[in-house]
Structure formats: C-alpha cells, structure tokens
C-alpha cells in the first residue's frame, strides 16, 4: 500500500470525529462506514443511545468491532462512492485514481485504517466480529439511502466487473489478515495495530 498517498488523503477523514455508540445492553460498539454504520447511527438516534466522542472514550472497556468481507466491502465502498460523487456511472479514469490511491475514501479504505482512527483515543481491547452478526444486537436494517433524495439503485454485475478490473488486493490485504486470524476474538487494539502495520504500509 502506498503509505504517503493513502494518509494524506486520509488526512481530514483521521482528523474527524470518532465515536463509539452504548447499546441499552451496556454494550460498546464503533461504526465503521460500509459495516452497518447507517444503521448503527440511525438506531442510536431513535433511541436516543449515548455517543461517545473522541477524549470520551478514553476510558471505555471493551469495544466490539464489526468487520465485513474485505473484497465484498471494497466492491460495495466504491459503489457508494460513485454513486454520492458521479450520479453512480463508473469512470475508467476515476477507477484508475482509486488504483494508485490519488482517490481514496472513507468507504473503501481498509477497514485497518478505520482502527487507527479508535486507536487515537482508545488502547483497550476491542471484540472482532463479523457484520452479519450485528443485526443479532439491533432490529433495524435501515441504509444510507434511507432519508436521501437520490433513489438509490442497487449495484449490477456489470458495474462490479468493473470495480474488480483493477487492482485492488492492497486495499484488502490487511484486512483479509486480520479477520484471518482476529475474528470473533477479543484482543488488544494496540496489538492489532502495531502487528498488521507492516501489511498496510507495505
């Protein structure tokens, strides 16, 4: 991965708030963009769920993290991307700038990168699980395109062949590994960071 691309486009993203959301079960979890994070966000505010923000959640225990398939995401990310910035037509151009990194966006970085931005204030342990199980923990299944005026359109397998034609395996890499090894256990977050550095710099 090209390190000083990606974090300088990363720059505002890393600088923006970061917070964690209290489940009524005293449960903690971060949202992470294309991971349910719209549902998360959104049955926080109907029921008016606690957001800790930034400093807040210094001393929280743990943190349950929800990831998704790296390539599935990937595909799903840049979809979403297309569809908020180019009215959802896929550009031979703009794929090519996501390949070298010129491009990068909050919804197709590594879910790695989302780690580092909990890791600003928080070095505890975090759950690793996987995204189809945070639907067991909150009813709703509502998405991005609940309240947006723009009808959202389902991506075609064209589109994802699309998607798919570049290469792609150094935005998924890192996280393939942590999954690999991390998933539906608890670990400390300064681990997770310090051990899969190498992948995502390299």
């Not at 929800?66 to 031979?92: A, C, E, M, W």
Request: positive net charge; aromatic residues 12%; proline residues 3%.
């Amino acid at each position: 991965m090209d390190a000083s691309k990606i974090f300088k486009n990363l720059k505002n993203i890393l600088t923006a708030d970061c917070e964690v959301i209290k489940l009524k079960d005293s449960q903690y979890v971060f949202p992470i963009f294309k991971n349910g994070r719209s549902s998360l966000t959104q049955y926080a505010e109907k029921n008016n769920l606690k957001v800790f923000k930034n400093k807040e959640i210094l001393n929280l225990k743990k943190i349950k993290v929800f990831l998704r398939s790296p390539r599935d995401r990937f595909v799903s990310g840049v979809h979403t991307f297309f569809y908020q910035n180019h009215n959802g037509l896929i550009n031979k151009k703009i794929l090519k700038k996501i390949e070298n990194f010129d491009i990068v966006d909050r919804h197709f970085m590594p879910q790695y990168i989302w780690l580092l931005h909990l890791h600003r204030y928080f070095k505890g342990e975090i759950k690793i699980k996987n995204v189809t199980q945070l639907y067991d923990m909150i009813p709703n299944r509502d998405g991005p395109w609940l309240n947006n005026p723009k009808p959202w359109k389902k991506i075609t397998k064209n589109q994802k062949k699309k998607i798919l034609s570049i290469q792609h395996k150094k935005y998924i890499q890192v996280d393939e590994k942590i999954i690999s090894k991390y998933l539906n256990q608890s670990v400390n977050l300064s681990k997770i960071v310090e051990e899969f550095k190498i992948y995502a710099l390299s």
